[in-house]
């Protein structure tokens, strides 16, 4: 007969899985001092608890394999990249795009001249450069010396002079002074700096436009004027540098002018010389040393006045040199003027017919034309022919490029007739022309290539020819190349200025030019065809042939051109008309000009350079004097300077950095009319600038008229705030990237992230704590302040919670019965300390106990608060309870009896020892412990007598006396299945204080739900001490029993007392009869009694079924292992043999008997007892965890039936014990309420417990719930209410200046550091339940390490855990208590929200805001818009008509009266972002958050806003000005027909299609206009989203439709897998080929994979596709190189786990 008493499942259960803990302490960390980053660092060293984590290196081999097989995944040129400053992380990427920001339009240039020109080391001064030099030492020298004569040779020895002059003062002054060396063309910059640099020990800085010198800060032109002595640069960037007022004159001691014959009229030369110079007090002015060949430029009316022009400019004087020496050294090319037939002209050729046939129409080719008809007319047809060759190929390469080489057919029509006209063009001009033909050539061109022909044979030739024009110099080019003749001799090349992007022109970079130069010195050219660009400064080496092959027009021309021919028998070549004399009429004047020039500098009269050139007489000149003199407006900040030559580049500067798009270029417009005897101009700027309009004064001139009104709108918008105090536009897209660019500390860790870690304080609920210290709840206040920044509040105060709320959550030492006994321990401990001088020391730091006296009523749920009261028995007697008056006896504090050792019931006994306070210090000495085992524990000691005295004061008074005392109980109510065979046992839970109000909650069996419940009395019940003490021996017993480990703790650090009850759990987790409980009669005190003997009596085999009944057995023959019993085979008995059936650890032998002789060496007495099948009892496992946990292995030694007579009886009932296995995950989620509620009334927060604790546990607990889902929602909301504010109060700040507030206030960074100064850290839950650490607060072991202490007082989390917490707790307020407590929680969380408290604030400080700013538009704006049909279109009325206007308006609209829609854009943006949030979360309630912020993608993108605007015939009544715009729709419009033709409309269809992104914004402008309008109101635009937003996505977005972007699938799948260090670089170009653009992923510094595309974005998600496939490909390589530390802890955790299975 077989009995089934009872089920194991509760007992026998799986391990807690640890898998997933990521915050375990690992106390082998090295501990480093934390110093963040400069906001937070005071903050940092006033929290000791605080300490940054830091993981373990290891090394990363991850590409150290088969180098073919990387390949696959990583393309060869970044095989050993590292990431760098640019690199960003997944989230800065997502942010980043969230925001509609993409990478800076400026692409990452290499730097064009990394590589150094060969070292020019100089010879030593000759007599005339040393003469020279003595001159510029002494005063201002402008010296005229001829090319080749080493005039920078004098430069750099003033440099150097003055540099060592300059390090002399730096001892005696604190400002440090520099010399610029300025050129007027970039490519002298690199060429000057290396002369520089190889001929001085100065530290030499160079400067050029493609360095993004613009965008540079304040401090990185501080720190290269505080680290540099010479700057070179181009004269612009140095003017606009004096202009910005990041430098000044008195800062500069020597300006060196190159080429200084430029400095006329509006050159920067002459305004650098004019605005700043001239304005600098005379003793500060720098010195002066300028260049040139020629002092005489084009515009000069004689020698003279050039030269007293330039001198006066300069505030110079011009000298050259007599002395002989420099003709030795400079030698003169031999002149040749060779005469050319001029021809009459030619008609078009054929192909030009045919192309301007094709494309004459096309607005954009029209510079083709123009310069293919100034070749023809020069050069002749095959020159025009081979030049429209040229560039029809260069526009089909760059169509190919674009297009990917798509079809003929499916190109746009503009693309597609240019590849026609290219095929045209692919034959024409055959190579190898008869170059003697004039139907072929102009006369001209043939004598150019005779002459080549004949000095082609001369030896070394080397030569330039110098022409007028770009397309000239590339057309003789290809002609040189195609004449075969040539091929063995000439090497051509060309050398060229910079030309622009348009269509037509031709363009040669800065590093294109600096290579010619360098093949043309190697010899790898030996011609050059250049312009002007190869006339001046540039260091090309001396050629023997220079031809002149355009005339030049001024004498700098002609000198510095026959300068190149400085070698050895040189010929300069001049070609000249023959049919006229005009040509060599200009040759001989410019040669007498140049004798002349000479004869004048040469000589050196005591001259005076003011008075020898005066015309005053010229008006022009004189209102040129004015322009500099007249008007200047300063910068007191920053000494920037504002002149009307400065004027008009910076509005054009100020109108380029506005918001603009695709579809609009703004400019600012002048508008010049006559006025009087003058004329006025008035300036429009675009609609989205923050100044509209501005008209200037009468002035004489149209230039100055529009200079004036220039000037007048800059000062304006200086003093609106667009222009800073450097007088530079808010660049605010680069301030937003500046904004969102990560922040490291000193470890290395980016603020705000991930990755970044900390060690905090775990606070204990402090609902269990007996006392608070007075000092450390002054410091939390004091942490509760925001910091001193003008965007952080105080979190304020509201009638969200009741105060009565806030008592129950004081420490236990406010009860009436226990408050006052320690006050009274407080002041005899006080003034034993005063009177003894001496201090309790804790770790170092001197502690004193202090307590409030607010007392908590017995009778009462809802605590009241009175007065605090110092009690003192002495002067101010009180009533006391008997039981306490007579401890206090006992104690001596009311008569003197000697002092008694404090006792209590056996076997409890007393020691003193340390006692872990929950501040995480140590107090000695400690109070009476109870303990559970039955010996006497002893200290050591070598006090002193009087400290040893000391000690049993406190340990006598520190006692809680012997009552009565007033408690309170809990039932903790298990759900029972109905179908389970065994009883559970209700459990009490015995509290000091009333629990309060918890809502029940699921816990998990193996998966599977049951509920856990609370249900409280609502009166005391009254004990003795003697009952406290059962109580507290119980508790000790059962949760020692569960955990294996031996707990102590003092009496009265006891948080709550377990009791075991008579009655047993059910189905049903309601106790109807709570109220009407006598817990006296209900508390089981046999089982208590039972559990303080500890008895273990042997079975009564005679009687074993009554015997065993809800017991637990101990198999003492092995271990004393404890096993609950399943059945009692009566078929089975000692020597029968082992089941077949059964794989057991009997199987192997004859019967169970013979198994325990050979095992145990022990007999069977009675062979006719039966076996008890039992399953060994498992350790406490992990009932919080929702998924089902592995089964665990049982041991091979673990018995499956024992023999009764080798077992005992255990000493707590099964029942008991059942209900006691799931105490640890009850009290763990209790803990978690708890802490939460505290939260929740600390912060004044309107959120429900259940949210409450969702928001604050992470996922690393391993709940059932964790803060992802309403991070997410908590995320969309922050983003809403926080635009709202900042679209109400900054009226006057564009979309970009909002952007960047929004993500300053919102970004993780900011949210972190508001988490910490409310130190939310204390009431997160992060860890998972670990039974190892588990105990009843203050419960501690003999066996406790420090790591066990670390993981109960202490946890890890990240910056960006921190950020996360905040924004789920928004997402839990939201759905708690609407958009009212979202707000509130807002501005609790420290948000700032200025003086909006309430919604209700918002449309008032709204309406007072606008009282700030001029009319947004004018009533005439309504004519622009159908205001009926967009009422219809969005089914509300609108109360204010012109915010129709406003939400409609495109900035392409010149002179709008309405302002353009991106604030309103801006607004709603984040309108839409938390609708469709919410959208998400009720309609996929199930939905995890990855899936969520998926759906939302697809939700929120430019393409399906797109789609929503057209299907909406919103597009229609758009107003903009804009052609392109126009052609964009109607492009997307026919895209759209053909698919819903095709049946092609499924699914998100919308991906591939070219959206133009103006219509999404128009969507998001219309949303913000009617919550605006409707006086922020989210129910009008609620609907109007139901209407567009709804039916698209039921039909097109759902999870099974979703297209998943390649790069968030390669994050999740890590950040899945515990790894969070890896982070994208992007690599761009300024081609657009198919591959042009790059992205590197890194994963542990190392590069995993690279993508390329035609754009940044698709480079993105080739590259992480490539990374997901090769982390699919080869699984083990994340486990080999990750250090993170939620991957080695997790695995290391996980070790441990099952090692102590073995314990």
Known sequence: MTTTLQSNDFLISNNNNDETNNNLIDMTTTIINNNENKNSKEEEENDNTIIPFIPEKIENTMNSGDQEQLLRYIDPEFLDALPDRGAKNADQVFEQERYNLQDPDTPELLDDFDEQPQETKMLPPRDYQYELF???????????????????????????????????????????????????????????????????????????????????????????????????????????????????????????????????????????????????????????????????????????????????????????????????????????????????????????????????????????????????KELGPWCCDRLWKHLLTEQANRIHDDTQDLPLDKLNEEDRIIIEAYRLARDAAPDNPDIKDLALFSGKVSKLMEILSIFQQKQDFCGIIFVERRHTAVVLDLLIKSYHKFDNTIKSGILIGHGTNDDGDIQMKFKKQHETIHQFRDGELNLLIATNVAEEGLDIQPCNVVIRFDFFRTLIGYIQSRGRARREDSVYCILVEDNTSGDCVKLDDFRRLEVKMKSFCVEHPERSVYNSYNDADDDEDDEYDEDFNGCRYEVPSSGAAITLHFAVPLIHLYVGSLPSDAF??????????????????????????????????????????KRLAAYKAAIELHKLGALDD?????????????????????????????????????????????????????????????????????????????????????????????????????????????????????????HELQNSTTVVPNQSINATTIPKKTINLLDDPIDLPNGIMKSFEQLGLVSNPPLKPVT?????????????????????????????????????????????????NVEALEDIGQGPFDVWMTVILVEIKKDTPFKVRHMGLISWKPLPSTPDFELYKKGD?????????????????????????????????????????????????????????????????????????????????????????????????????????????????????????????????????????????????????????????????????VQ????????????????PQEKKRTATFVIPEFCKIFWASASVYQSAMVLPSIMTRLDSYLLVKEAGLRYDLPISDDLMLEA????????????????????????????????????????????????????????????????????????????????????????????????????????????????????????????????????????????????????????????????????????????????????????????????LTHASLPNSTAPCYQRLEFLGDAILDFLVIRYLFKTYPEADPGLITDLKDSCVNNHVLGIICVRNQLHTQIIHYSGRLVKAIEEFNLQLEKMDKNGESVGEYWTELTVPKVLSDVVESMLGAVFVDAGFDLAPVERVFEKWMIPLYENHV??????????????????????????????????????????????????????????????????????????????????????????????KKLEEYYDDDDE
Request: proline content about 5%; some cysteine.
């Open 1256 to 1447: 604050y546990t992470t996922p690393s607990a391993s709940m059932a719930m964790n803060y992802e889902r309403l991070e997410t929602l908590g995320d969309s909301l922050l983003k809403f209410i926080a635009t709202i504010r900042l679209y109400i109060n900054f009226p006057f700040s564009d979309e970009g200046e909002l952007h960047c507030l929004r993500i300053r206030v919102i970004c993780n960074r900011a949210l972190y550091q508001a988490a910490k100064r409310l130190r939310i850290f204390r009431y997160v839950t992060s860890h998972a339940f670990n039974r190892r650490y588990w105990r009843p607060h203050h419960f501690t072991a003999p066996t406790d390490n420090p790591e066990a202490l670390e993981e109960l007082r202490h946890h890890m989390l990240s910056d960006k855990t921190l950020a996360d917490v905040v924004e789920a707790t928004l997402g839990a307020s939201y759905l708690s208590s609407g958009l009212e407590g979202g707000l509130h929680t807002a501005i609790q969380m420290q948000i700032p929200f200025d003086d909006i408290k309430h919604w209700s604030d918002l449309q008032p400080t709204y309406i007072q805001s606008r009282t700030k700013v001029p009319p947004r538009a004018e009533a005439k704006a309504l004519r622009n818009v159908s205001i009926q049909k967009v009422q219809e279109i969005c089914s509300y009325e609108f109360n204010t008509q012109l915010t129709i206007v406003e939400a």
């Open 664 to 705: 609009c270029a703004l400019q600012p417009i002048f508008d010049i009319s006559p006025a009087g005897e003058g004329f006025t101009c008035t300036l429009r700027l675009p609609s989205n600038a923050a100044l509209r309009e501005m008209t200037s004064e009468v002035a004489r001139t149209k230039s100055k008229a």
């Open 1009 to 1173: 739900p049951f509920k856990i419940g609370f249900r409280s009395m609502s009166t005391t019940f009254r004990i003795d001490r003697s009952t406290v003490d059962k109580l507290a021996e119980f508790t000790l017993s059962i949760c020692s029993a569960i955990t294996n480990k031996e707990f102590q703790c003092p009496l009265i650090d006891f948080p709550y007392f377990f009791a075991p009850l008579k009655t047993y759990n059910t189905d049903n987790i309601e106790y109807p009869t709570i109220n009407d409980l006598v817990p006296m009669d209900t508390i089981d005190w046999n089982e208590i009694d039972q559990t303080i003997i500890k008895e273990q009596p042997n079975i009564d085999l005679d009687h074993l079924e009554q015997n065993v009944q809800d017991k637990i057995l101990i198999d003492y023959a092995d271990n004393s292992r404890r096993y609950v019993i399943q059945e009692i085979c009566h078929d089975l008995h000692p020597n029968s043999p082992p089941p077949k059936d059964l794989t057991i650890r009997e199987s192997d032998y004859e019967n169970f008997a013979a198994y325990y002789l050979d095992n145990f060496k022990i007999d069977v007495t009675r062979m006719d007892q039966p076996m008890v099948r």
């Open 1598 to 1691: 759902r999870p099974d439709t979703l297209k998943i972007h390649p790069l968030r699938k390669f994050t999740t799948d890590l950040q899945r897998l515990g790894c969070e260090s890896f982070m994208l670089r992007n690599h761009t170009t300024l081609s657009t080929s198919a591959d042009s653009q790059k992205c590197v992923i890194f994963l542990h510094d190392k590069p995993l994979a690279t993508g390329s595309a035609d754009n940044v974005k698709a480079a993105r998600r080739n590259a992480a596709a490539k990374a997901s496939l090769r982390l699919e490909e080869d699984p083990g390589l994340l486990k080999a190189i990750c250090n993170c530390s939620i991957t080695s802890r997790r695995n």
């Open 134 to 376: 003595q001159k510029a030492v002494d005063e201002n020298v402008l010296a005229v010396l001829d090319t080749g004569s080493g005039k920078t040779l004098i430069a750099v020895m003033l440099i150097k002079h003055i540099a060592a002059k300059e390090r002399e003062e730096r001892l005696r002054r604190r400002n440090t002074k520099l010399t610029f060396f300025l050129v007027d063309r970039v490519p002298l910059v690199p060429q000057q700096y290396n002369v520089i640099k190889t001929n001085c020990d100065a530290k030499v800085e160079r400067m050029y436009g493609a360095m993004d010198i613009d965008n540079w800060s304040e401090k990185k032109w501080k720190q290269i004027f505080e680290e540099s002595d010479v700057c070179v640069m181009t004269a612009q960037i140095f003017l606009n540098t004096l202009r910005h007022g990041f430098i000044h004159m008195s800062q500069v001691n020597l300006i060196i002018f190159d080429e200084c014959h430029h400095c006329t009229k509006r050159h920067p030369y002459n305004l650098i010389m004019k605005e700043h110079y001239e304005q600098c007090n005379r003793e500060d002015r720098p010195k002066i040393f300028g260049m040139t060949a020629s002092p005489v430029h084009k515009s000069a009316k004689s020698v003279e006045q050039a030269i007293f022009e330039l001198e006066r400019n300069l505030d110079s004087r011009v000298y050259t040199t007599i002395n002989g020496t420099i003709a030795q050294v400079v030698r003169r090319a031999r002149e040749v003027t060779i005469a050319y037939t001029t021809t009459d002209g030619y008609e078009n050729t054929k192909l030009c017919k045919q192309i301007r046939n094709k494309i004459n129409h096309i607005e954009r080719y029209k510079r083709l034309f123009s310069s293919t008809d100034n070749v023809l």
């Open 1176 to 1191: 060994r009892i498992q350790k406490v496992m992990n009932f919080l965890m929702p998924i089902a946990p592995a089964a």
């Open 726 to 846: 450097h007088l530079r536009p808010k660049n605010m897209k680069r301030q937003i990237l500046g904004e969102m660019a990560p922040i490291f500390d000193e470890n290395g860790q980016i603020v705000g992230s991930r990755r970044r870690r900390h060690i905090y304080e775990k606070r204990t609920p402090r609902f269990w704590e007996r006392e608070q210290n007075e000092e450390e709840e002054k410091i939390e206040k004091d942490h509760l302040k925001a910091e001193d920044d003008k965007d952080l509040m105080i979190a304020h105060k509201s009638s969200w919670r009741e105060d009565g709320d806030i008592d129950m959550f004081e420490p236990r030492s406010q009860l009436s019965h226990v408050t006052q006994r320690l006050k009274l321990i407080e002041n005899n401990k006080n003034s034993h300390l005063k009177s003894t001088n001496d201090q309790v020391l804790t770790n170092g730091s001197s």
């Open 904 to 952: 209590v019931a056996s076997p409890i006994t007393t020691t003193t020892t340390t006692n872990s306070l929950t501040n995480g210090s140590t107090l000695v000495p400690l109070l009476p412990t109870v303990t559970a085992t039955t010996e006497v524990a002893t200290t050591e000691s070598k006090q002193s007598e009087a400290d040893a005295i000391d000690n049993m």
